[in-house]
């Protein structure tokens, strides 16, 4: 891959990026979250994202340009990673080497993942950075998978 793809903290001005991708009507197709409306998107990410010490955020940098974000956090006792891309840097390989990144910084093993199980290359970017499948859970109505990365 060609892109070169780096990770930096996330500045208050990527989050009208992150906001604009979130509403990315193909994006919210696959993933099966429903975007938030702008107030709720930003009060999200300055509390709970950027305002907790207990969880690591990047933003995805590619060619200068914000491709996305990669986050984890805690849920209970299991710590949970999770990611989202702009539509055009998807299929370049450009997840899977950010996560790689990412996973190099949050070093909690079991981590968690649970995409939407109709969200082939989320499941497979996953699979591809060691995560295993374990089963799957349900979020409301629709089906995840649960992914679980473990001690090397």
Known sequence: MSDDVRLR?????DLEVF???EHDPEAVRRSKFPPREREAFMTHWKTRVLGDPTVLVRAVIVGGEVAGNLVSWWEQERRFTGYWFGRAFWGRGIGSTAM???????KTRPLYADPYIGNTGSVRLLEKCGFQRTG?????????????????
């Open 100 to 106: 790689t990144l990412f996973l190099q910084e949050e």
């Open 9 to 13: 903290a996330v500045g208050e001005a």
């Open 19 to 21: 906001l604009a991708q």
């Open 136 to 152: 799957t859970i349900m979020h409301g109505e629709n089906e995840h998978v649960m992914l679980v990365l473990s001690e090397s």
